[in-house]
């Protein structure tokens, strides 16, 4: 950015693809091609980190478009990061994180303030990095990327705060379908559908109003099954239905 350079580039030793090929197989992914820094900042925050966020902040700031390249196959353009929200409607990413969830239960908690400000407060104070959360009229529910013991500490803040609360501490993974623009694509619907095939019943599942992720929890040991059917139904029926093949170029 300060050399307001055209473009940065990162070398890997593979290409940003549509999910882990050790997980769906490495003839099933695909390589992204092109996407925006708001993808990057969803990935990065379930751990694929395709570039650290400050770094992505500094370059989108500046205008400059980030490419990463794969090193073993340097003919190939790689993918390329950049500002632009337009962009055709599909899921660009599968991927998943496991996570635990703090869920606070509270019977006394409708139409009253400052229990999510106690809870966040509590998160803050011990350093737990929050992924995702969602609530209702009565929980609460914070999905974190931390230690249990780290976690157990929080739990003992609540608990001190809200003594009559229910507070429950469980393993899951959160599994996300992210693309720049999911809008119209039925997303949450197809996703739902082909958990329900794969016998998997996710505990909870959200779409935020900006149309560039959806995230589904589901047990921690159905993670990988998980990524394996919303991959079938979200990016190879897709690109099949067009007559298009998915293919990743191995670093190998």
């Known amino acids: 950015a300060a050399t307001g350079a055209r473009e940065a580039v990162i070398h890997k030793e593979f290409h940003l693809s549509s999910a882990d090929p050790k997980i769906v197989g490495a003839e ?32 989108r700031q500046a205008g400059i478009p980030l490419r990463v390249a794969n090193a073993f196959d340097a003919e190939d353009p790689g993918t390329l990061i950049d500002a632009e929200l337009s962009g055709e409607a599909r899921v660009e990413m599968v991927c998943g994180l496991d996570v635990l969830a703090l869920e606070v239960f509270e019977q006394d908690m409708v139409g009253v303030k400052g229990y999510d400000a106690t809870i966040l407060k509590a998160l803050t104070r011990h350093k737990v990095r929050i992924v995702s959360k969602n609530s209702n009229a009565n929980t609460i529910t914070h999905y974190v990327d931390a230690s249990f013991k780290a976690v157990r500490r929080v739990e003992d803040e609540i608990a001190d705060a809200y003594p009559s609360a229910r507070i429950h501490v469980r393993k899951v993974a959160l599994v996300s379908a992210v693309g720049r623009n999911l809008e119209g694509i039925s997303a949450t619907l197809r996703g739902a559908r082909a958990l329900d095939e794969a016998g998997i019943d996710p505990i909870a599942m959200q779409q935020s109003g900006r149309p560039v992720d959806v995230q589904f929890i589901v047990e921690a040991k159905e993670k990988d099954n998980s990524i394996r059917a919303l991959h079938h139904a979200l990016v190879e029926n897709e690109e099949w239905e067009r007559g298009e093949t998915p293919v990743l170029r191995s670093a190998a």
Do not use: Y
């Open 28 to 59: 099933k992914v695909r390589k992204i091609g092109q996407t925006n820094f708001d993808v990057a900042d969803q990935l990065s925050n379930l751990g694929m980190e395709a570039i650290h966020p400050r770094a992505a902040k500094t370059l």
